[in-house]
């Protein structure tokens, strides 16, 4: 079984929010071979395409981050039924300039929570036609619309609800088919 390196990209900055925790308990159960790292997308200047050609460091640092990752792992909230500004800013200074964007072909997978009653359904349906347009083939199933509630996930990662922990890791494994399949 291949191993695969996987950046894990939080649209919240909050620390402690509730997407993070679904990061965290993602990076738990994965399978041996599915190495999930977070990268963190708080320092990134909001894009400018003046700036584009001389980009700062955070955002080579960034760039550098996904180029090497074998795929990307979204954790979305939902804002304004919509994804949330610092995603759509880190996603748009990794496409550019054009026809440099570290995203074409890369696998993606998608998976959200909030405490609403429709979770992150539309933020995830805006970021699949985003990453469409970026060329990124995209697991269709599962969707992963977590309806948070306290004690489900600890801040560790702990998942506290078998059933839970149980879809999650199918979720994982089936974005491990999707990635041998694109490679």
């Known amino acids: ?11 919240s900055l909050r620390k402690e929010s509730y997407n993070r925790r679904l990061a965290n308990a993602l990076i738990k159960l994965a399978p041996e071979n599915l190495k999930l790292e977070i990268v ?14 001389s980009p700062v460091l955070a955002v080579s640092t960034f760039k550098a981050k996904i180029k090497i990752a074998d795929a990307v792992l979204f954790v979305t909230p939902e804002y ?30 998608i998976a959200g929570t909030s405490t609403g009653a429709m ?23 599962p969707d992963v619309f977590i309806h948070f509630t306290e004690g489900l996930i600890a801040f560790d ?6 059933g839970t922990g149980k879809f999650l890791r199918g979720f994982l494994d089936k974005f491990d088919k999707l990635i041998e399949r694109n490679r």
Do not use: C
């Not at 304004?80 to 440099?100: H, M, Q, W």
């Open 119 to 141: 979770s992150s359904a539309l933020a995830q349906q805006h970021l699949r036609n985003v990453l469409t347009s970026l060329d990124m083939p995209t697991l269709p199933q």
């Open 80 to 109: 304004n039924r919509s994804t949330s500004g610092v995603l759509k800013n880190a996603i748009d200074t990794g496409s550019r300039p054009y026809g440099e964007s570290i995203w074409l072909h890369k696998p993606a997978a």
């Open 40 to 53: 963190e997308i708080g320092d990134l200047p909001l894009f400018n395409q003046d700036e584009e050609k």
């Open 157 to 162: 990662g702990t998942v506290n609800n078998e």
């Open 1 to 11: 079984m291949a191993s695969y390196n996987i950046a894990v990209i939080i649209g």
